[in-house]
């Protein structure tokens, strides 16, 4: 998955194993929901200096319109699911787009913080929800006889052109009329979403419900234990870092809206390459996957600071830091798939919650590094945390390699 915070290429809880009454415009319309949902949750990382300078607030403090929604998020991850228990997930999907049309028009007219923070916790419930969802109904929303692997990249195709185009675009947009119309066009978007959603998605009934004693069992295996401490230690070095990207080339190296809209743009479009890489190299060895990726972050966070405030090093270092963020969502996946994969359907809600709360986390952390230090002290604080995923990789995650013959669970 590129560039997307949402790791979620697994069965969860409706197994997708069979196919319903799907189609192409079914699947392609949930491709487009991924595409507004990640649009909606990363825009502000395009706009955060607009806000904070329209909001008379710091930069840190208007980070919180990131961390809100993670946080939210990573509640409705696991307690929609079985809140919703065996709804058809069409109505489901149908709601939580209503949700996201609903939380950016309010973004779109927010004149004070107060107002903005709210809307962005309710987005938070479209986000989780959706993500802990809807990546398990590709194999329904599919045609007959499209593989569901196949169907999954339809969809994961949304977050894709969100990293590579909607942030960019919507960045680009708010140098122009303003951050507030960004959003509003963001919930056009969703709107037509909405229509297409009602005419289109199929019934969607889940072959099961999810319950509370499921949630932890990926918690349970011993191996996916370790994986979770190294996902969550690039996981914080990433979240707290990667939102405050545009402020640096704006305040640290001086680039116009133009220029950064540009380099948003080309770490979309690297994550594309690095999504690619881990899907094939991780397949083979996912634990030196980790290691690869965990170097690139390190050496994207030990070089920006020096090299970034020039256009071609920003260029360099900002196509690394897409590729490594590409990679780094799909290592995620795959590890638990190899080393846990009894445990991937039921424990993915809690997955879901579990990279949100990393959202949440690491954009507060960096808020307050920025508040009260500056961008490169964040870059160089977030460099301990790769350090000790490295360490874990080559210590107590040793000889955790792939097995031999591929699990049937998988």
């Known amino acids: 998955m590129p560039q997307s915070t949402h790791p979620s290429l697994s069965n969860s809880q409706d197994s997708p194993a069979t196919h319903s009454n799907g189609s192409w415009l079914a699947l392609i319309t949930v491709a487009v929901t991924a595409f507004a949902l990640v649009t909606s949750e990363f825009l502000p990382i395009g706009v955060l200096n607009a806000i904070a300078t329209d909001l008379n607030i710091s930069v840190g403090t208007a980070g919180l319109v990131i961390t809100l929604p993670g946080i939210m998020a990573a509640l409705a991850a696991p307690l929609v699911p079985i809140s919703v228990k065996t709804l058809d997930r069409r109505y489901l999907l149908i709601g ?42 590709s194999g329904k929303l599919a045609p007959l006889h499209l593989p569901i692997a196949k169907a999954n990249a339809v969809v994961m195709a949304g977050v894709t052109l969100a990293t590579v185009l909607g942030v960019p675009i919507g960045t ?51 191996k996916a234990r370790k994986g979770l401490i190294i996902i969550l230690l690039v996981g914080l070095a990433h979240f707290s870092s990667y939102s405050y990207l545009a ?57 920006f600071p020096v090299f970034a405030i020039y256009k071609i090093g920003a260029i360099i270092f900002t196509a690394l830091w897409g590729f490594s963020f590409g990679a780094f969502p799909t290592t995620a996946n795959i590890w638990m798939f190899v080393h846990a994969p009894q445990a991937v359907e039921k424990g993915m809600p809690l997955f879901v919650g579990f990279f949100q709360v990393m959202i949440a986390t690491g954009s507060l952390f960096g808020g307050y590094i920025v508040d009260h230090f500056n961008a490169n002290i964040l870059l160089y604080s977030v460099l301990s945390f790769i350090i000790l995923a490295l360490i874990s990789i080559f210590t107590w995650s040793r000889g955790l390699n792939n097995p031999k013959i591929s699990c049937e669970n998988s």
Not at 173 to 178: I, P, Q, V
Not at 185 to 209: D, M, R, W
């Open 247 to 303: 402020p640096f080339f704006k305040n640290v190296a001086g680039f116009d809206g133009s220029t950064i809209s540009y380099l948003l743009l080309l770490y979309g479009v690297a994550g594309i390459f690095g999504n690619a890489f881990a899907g094939y190299s991780s397949n083979i060895n996912v634990r030196y996957t980790f290691a690869f990726v965990s170097l690139c972050f390190a050496i994207v966070y030990f070089c």
């Open 96 to 137: 939580l787009t209503a949700i996201m049309v609903i939380a950016n028009l309010i973004t779109a007219i927010s004149h004070s913080f107060e107002l903005l923070l709210i809307s962005r916790f309710i987005l938070g419930i479209a986000i989780g929800g959706f993500w802990a969802t809807a990546i398990a109904l």
């Open 172 to 222: 680009w947009l708010s140098e122009f009329f303003g951050w507030r119309t960004a959003f509003l066009l963001t919930a056009i978007v969703g709107a037509v979403v909405l229509a297409l959603e009602i005419f289109f998605l199929p019934q969607l009934k889940p072959s099961s419900a999810i319950h509370f004693r499921d949630l932890p069992a990926l918690l349970r295996e011993p």
